[in-house]
């Protein structure tokens, strides 16, 4: 439908596709979709696993989040607990993706507040390890985010920013679009020239994974 309306960008990225793209049904997940759509209501009935609470208790955590009313420390304890959440559950990460936590999460990187900053970055580096994310987060501003914690940012947090540029870098698209921010790939360059050893260690592997694009 996307192209058939005549559009010829991508309408994640806006990058431009192809003059005739080629597209291909992925069949595996439509039939995974079907088959989620069709799950037995019978299954509600049964006790709660631990994933299940799990679940249940990051709802109330992205709540305390996104909400305006929330104090920093409330919101501080939230991305706390979320980050521990989603560095072990594939299902977390993208529960907490979906449930628009992710523009809270960027606004705490511009807090200002280097605690909230760190544990905000450390969550998005828990959801950039979904594939399905990776250019989401992208699409959502991070990007100039990173950049201005690697040039502002305490030793913590521009170590972590560096990792989330490896861990975003992973797909093509995002090597193009990382390469030509302005200031990202100098950003990195300065922080592999007089940054700690954890700074450097991550700068150098970021700049590894981005310049497996020729452009960059």
């Known amino acids: 439908q996307w192209i058939d309306s005549g559009n010829r960008t991508c309408p994640i990225t806006k990058l431009p596709l192809s003059e005739n793209p080629s597209l291909i049904p992925n069949h595996a997940l439509r039939s995974l979709i079907s088959n989620f759509a069709h799950v037995s209501p019978k299954e ?63 606004d705490c990187v511009d807090s200002g507040n280097q605690v909230l900053q760190e544990k905000s970055l450390s969550l998005l580096l828990n959801l950039s390890l979904e594939d399905d994310n990776k250019v989401g987060l992208v699409a959502d501003g991070v990007i100039r985010r990173i950049v201005t914690v690697l040039r502002v940012g305490s030793p913590d947090c521009k170590a972590i920013a560096a990792t989330l540029l490896t861990s975003l870098a992973v797909v093509e698209v995002n090597k193009a679009t990382i390469g030509s921010y302005p200031d990202a790939i100098s950003a990195l360059v300065s922080l592999l020239r007089v940054g700690n050893d954890r700074e450097r260690k991550e700068s150098a592997t970021a700049l590894y994974a ?6 960059n």
């Open 44 to 106: 509600s009935s049964r006790p709660r696993t631990q994933q299940e609470h799990s679940q249940s208790q990051s709802q109330a955590l992205i709540s305390t989040l996104v909400s305006r009313f929330s104090s920093n420390a409330s919101k501080l304890e939230s991305l706390s607990r979320l980050v521990r959440l989603t560095k072990r559950d594939s299902l977390i990460r993208r529960k907490v993706t979906e449930s628009g936590a992710v523009r809270a999460a960027l």
């Open 210 to 215: 981005l310049c497996s694009f020729p452009d």
